[in-house]
């Protein structure tokens, strides 16, 4: 049983470009949250996707935005690259209704801007 | 708003010494506690969680209480080994849905030498 996979593991980018993660989550979950840990920082929350919407939402910009299609799987899209959006990108799956399960982690995708 | 503070580190031990790794945290009403454990390149796993006031999570001889009157969820193992050195982040959550956001402290490094 697979669990939550991402890609790709690193990414290097150009200061003003755009960049595309995926996350695949983990078998019989549905919803599917991101997570940018900048370095010695823990993870933020950027936001929760559940049936194909955006559901919750942290403090970042609209430059942040998302997908999940009809499979679960989701995409995390940034805009107008910044230095320091350079972080790790964290995806976490699960279940909508299990009430008190914790969230399962990638590994994450490492995303450098230059 | 909420947050979770962590003792700062890095935490640099000898196998067999007693760890103890604060965290308090700020929230209204009753959220649930949890320890993430982060190896290097890999992403959060679950450590151990607490629900309520005075609960005990206990994992791989891991154990934190649930203190509501002190706001606390202080990290604890008896007799650490080398393969304890991670990165540790203390994370909070309002409500019991899985895929409610966490809010992390910003993590304590532990380092454990044989």
């Known amino acids: 049983d697979a669990g939550v996979t991402q890609s790709p593991t690193h990414l290097i980018k150009t200061r003003g470009q755009q960049v595309t993660l995926r996350c695949s989550p983990k078998?019989?979950?549905?919803?599917v949250s991101w997570y940018q840990q900048a370095l010695g920082q823990g993870p933020q929350f950027i936001f929760q996707y559940y049936e194909e919407e955006e559901r919750q939402r942290g403090n970042f910009p609209d430059r942040f935005s998302g997908h999940q299609f009809p499979n679960y799987s989701s995409e995390l899209n940034v805009n107008a690259l910044l230095l320091g959006d350079s972080a790790l990108y964290l995806c976490a799956s699960s279940f909508i209704e299990a009430v008190n399960s914790p969230l399962h982690f990638g590994n994450g995708t490492r995303l450098t801007v230059t | 708003g909420d947050s979770v503070t962590q003792m700062e580190g890095p935490v640099t031990l000898s196998e067999e010494a007693f760890l103890t790794i604060n965290c308090t945290y700020t929230?209204?009403?009753?959220?649930?506690l949890f320890w993430y454990v982060q190896y290097p390149g890999e992403g959060l796993q679950l450590l151990l969680k607490?629900?309520?006031?005075?609960d005990k999570g206990s994992n791989k001889g891991f154990e934190a209480t649930y203190r509501k009157e002190t706001t606390s969820f202080h990290l604890e193992k008896g007799s650490v080994q080398v393969s304890d050195s991670a990165v540790y982040f203390c994370?909070?959550?309002?409500?019991?849905?899985?895929?409610?956001?966490?809010?992390f402290g910003k993590g304590t490094t532990l380092s454990v030498s044989s």
């Open positions: 078998s019989g979950h549905d919803t």
């Open positions: 929230a209204t009403g009753y959220p649930s």
């Open positions: 994370a909070l959550r309002r409500g019991n849905q899985a895929g409610t956001a966490l809010i």
């Open positions: 607490a629900t309520k006031a005075d």
